[in-house]
Nanobody
Framework: QVQLVESGGGLVQAGGSLRLSCAAS????????MGWYRQAPGKQRELVAS???????NYADSVKGRFTISRDNAKNTVYLQMNSLKPEDTAVYYC??????????WGKGTLVTVSS
């Protein structure tokens, strides 16, 4: 069974940085589009950033210039470097893997809390 395990969440002051990691197992990692989603209390889950196996990236407008997604196919790991964090970035962040034919997997999430 495919597993996605996130780490790196926590509490940080506004303006600070965090780096999230997502390790994937039992999957041909390079074939999947990897992404980070987030869900704040009372809000819908939204895409933060995604990265294809080729390295092409996509970002939500709200995080452009502050967040960077990257992947290491040799380590089956995707990262999200988050800089200049704002209180509105507070959410549970989920790792997502999207493959062919609509196959997808989700991690259990990691909480990021940004204090003002």
């Amino acid at each position: 069974q495919v597993q996605l395990v996130e780490s790196g969440g926590g509490l940080v002051q506004a303006g600070g940085s965090l780096r999230l990691s997502c390790a994937a197992s039992r999957v041909i990692f390079s074939m999947y589009v990897m992404g980070w989603y987030r869900q704040a209390p009372g809000k819908q889950r939204e895409l933060v950033a995604s990265i294809a196996g080729s390295g092409n990236t996509n970002y939500a407008d709200s995080v452009k210039g502050r967040f960077t997604i990257s992947r290491d196919n040799a380590k089956n790991t995707v990262y999200l470097q988050m800089n200049s964090l704002k209180p509105e970035d507070t959410a549970v962040y989920y790792c997502h893997a999207g493959g062919l034919l609509g196959i997808e997997y989700w991690g259990k999430g990691t909480l990021v809390t940004v204090s003002s």
